[in-house]
């Protein structure tokens, strides 16, 4: 059973920091790219980063580029996301997700066949 477990968000004041983490059990790690997406109330879901299975690339959204990183380590089967000088706009349910193999573009949630239940990150201006 594949499961994906999203932890550490939470409330932050703008211009700081937090890093999310999600462990992943139920699959081979390694051999998956992995996504971060977002969701704020009543908004479409959106594209924030993903990574290739062995970490070599990375790809960002232009809302989050330079501030956002996204990184994982394949021994613990857990992805992560470190977010820096937050702003409210980043406010949203963060979710990470397992992209399909060999198929689909990174940006595209339905590239995506598993995903996590979700974090709540809150920005506060």
């Known amino acids: 059973q594949v499961q994906l477990v999203e932890s550490g968000g939470g409330w932050v004041q703008a211009g700081g920091s937090l890093r999310l983490s999600c462990a992943v059990s139920g699959l081979t790690f390694s051999r998956y790219s992995m996504g971060w997406f977002r969701q704020a109330p009543g908004k479409e879901r959106e594209f924030v980063a993903a990574?290739?299975?062995?970490?070599?690339?990375?790809y960002y959204a232009d809302a989050v580029k330079g501030r956002f990183t996204i990184s994982r380590d394949n021994a613990k089967n857990t992805v992560y996301l470190q977010m820096s000088s937050l702003k409210p706009e980043d406010t949203a349910v963060y979710y990470c997700?397992?992209?399909?193999?060999?198929?689909?573009?990174?940006?595209?949630?339905?590239?995506?066949?598993?995903w996590g239940q979700g974090t709540q990150v809150i920005v506060s201006s």
């Open positions: 990574i290739t299975s062995n970490g070599g690339s990375t």
């Open positions: 997700a397992r992209k399909t193999l060999n198929s689909g573009v990174y940006p595209v949630p339905t590239s995506y066949d598993y």
